[in-house]
């Protein structure tokens, strides 16, 4: 039988973003083998679905910083003895170290010719990095590319740069949209329905809701916002009228906790932890913050579009590809908490109709990410690989 490694920085992220590749290549008559490191784990997830999915997985101690150089050394020997064991014919890679590992892995193995693609879930290089973050990641990603078949980007930016590469002889590179989103599952849902669902979270009808979804840490950016909350404040808005959560888990946790704290906000802002299927939340949000600095798309974002949620949106390569402001939220200079309060403002200005009309094209505008599309596009790469 052939047999697919999928490899991975964190062991969540399989759950999370590739259950469609999944199971497009067990279509294909893959076994499916998945690497990751099982003690860094960003998406929770339940184990005993590997077995379910008929998936086997391998723990390997891939360090999510490249600058780990000791741990990821011998990480690469682990994935070079999976892939020898094993007998993989095809690795797809995915996020920065698991791509650099997997590509070199497969590298090192001179007596068959393994097929390798790598997905990059946003380079860490783009338009608007420092310098040094260029000269790094850039040489990085262009040295790697000659060990790629296929590279497979997320938004327009990284697919122009790719395409300026040297791949493996015959090698593509290809756009998708997305991992692909699930329009069935993140839909809206009926006035009637988002109202019993506000009342069992606990928001009366004259409550503001905001919402963020997304990882602890310093590119997500959720001081921004923490600051905006501070100006409506001190212009006089009344923040008992609202409610702020955040949800998701990462490094951040206590200086994230510690400065609602310093800002006084406990009262309207709150940790929520990782939450799995947020489909309710979105629905219930009258508005959905994405300040990140760096975003190779933003699935986030475009699950609270197909919800109906407006989006305030920091403008960087992956909102560009969904953002179309005034008709489906705002766009604003990431670290600038004042254009996020114009953004706020110019849709509390709306009526009560162009508030609905525009809730009504946030999930209009998310058709081109359904998961079909990149359902079709991953099944032509696993072909053309094979």
């Avoid at 891939?62 to 990821?72: E, L």
């Avoid at 692909?180 to 109202?195: C, I, K, V, W």
């Avoid at 009344?238 to 510690?258: M, V, Y």
């Avoid at 953004?343 to 009526?351: G, V």
Wanted: aromatic share 12%; net charge positive.
């Amino acid at each position: 039988m052939k047999k697919a490694l999928i490899i991975t920085t964190v062991s969540g992220f399989l759950f999370k973003f590739e259950r469609q590749n999944v199971k497009a290549l067990q279509e294909l008559g893959y076994e499916v083998h998945y690497a990751a490191n099982a003690s860094q784990q960003v998406y929770e997830f339940d184990s005993d679905e590997f077995e379910r999915q008929g998936i086997f997985f391998h723990p390997v101690a891939i360090h999510k910083s490249p600058f780990s150089v000791a741990a990821n050394t011998r990480a690469l020997r682990q994935l070079e003895a999976i892939i020898r064991e094993e007998q993989i014919s095809l690795v797809h890679c995915h996020t920065p170290v698991g791509g650099l590992l997997g590509r070199l892995a497969a590298h090192r193995i001179k007596d068959r010719n393994i097929k390798v693609i790598y997905t990059a879930h946003g380079f860490h290089f783009y338009k608007g990095c420092s310098a040094k973050d260029y000269l790094i990641y850039h040489t990085v990603e262009k040295f790697l590319a000659r060990y790629t078949d296929a590279i497979v980007l997320i938004n327009r930016e990284d697919y122009d740069s790719a395409c300026r590469f040297r791949l493996k002889k015959s090698g593509k590179v290809y756009q998708i949209p997305g991992v692909g989103l699930d329009r069935a599952f993140f839909a809206p849902m009926t006035q009637e329905e988002r109202s019993r669902t506000r009342d069992s979270l606990g928001l009366s009808r004259d409550t503001t809701f905001f919402l963020s979804v997304g990882e602890l840490n310093a590119n997500k950016n959720h001081t921004v916002i923490l600051d905006m909350l501070c100006l409506m404040r001190e212009r006089g808005d009344d923040l008992s009228r609202f409610r702020f959560w955040i949800c998701g888990n990462g490094p951040d946790h206590e200086k994230l906790r510690q400065e609602i704290s310093r800002r006084n906000l406990e009262q309207m802002v709150s940790l929520k932890g990782y939450v799995a299927a947020p489909a309710d939340l979105y629905n219930a949000a009258d508005l959905f913050f994405f300040p990140s600095v760096r975003e190779g798309l933003g699935m986030a974002a475009l699950e609270a579009l197909s919800c109906g949620c407006p989006v305030i949106a920091a403008d960087n390569r992956g909102s560009r590809e969904y953002m179309q402001p005034g008709k489906n939220g705002y766009v604003c200079r990431p670290s600038m908490p004042q254009d996020y309060l114009a953004a706020y403002d110019a849709w509390r200005s709306l009526s009560g109709t162009d508030k609905q009309k525009m809730r009504a094209f946030c999930t209009e505008s998310t058709e081109r990410f359904d998961r079909q599309y990149t359902a079709q596009i991953m099944q032509n790469v696993y072909r053309t690989a094979e």
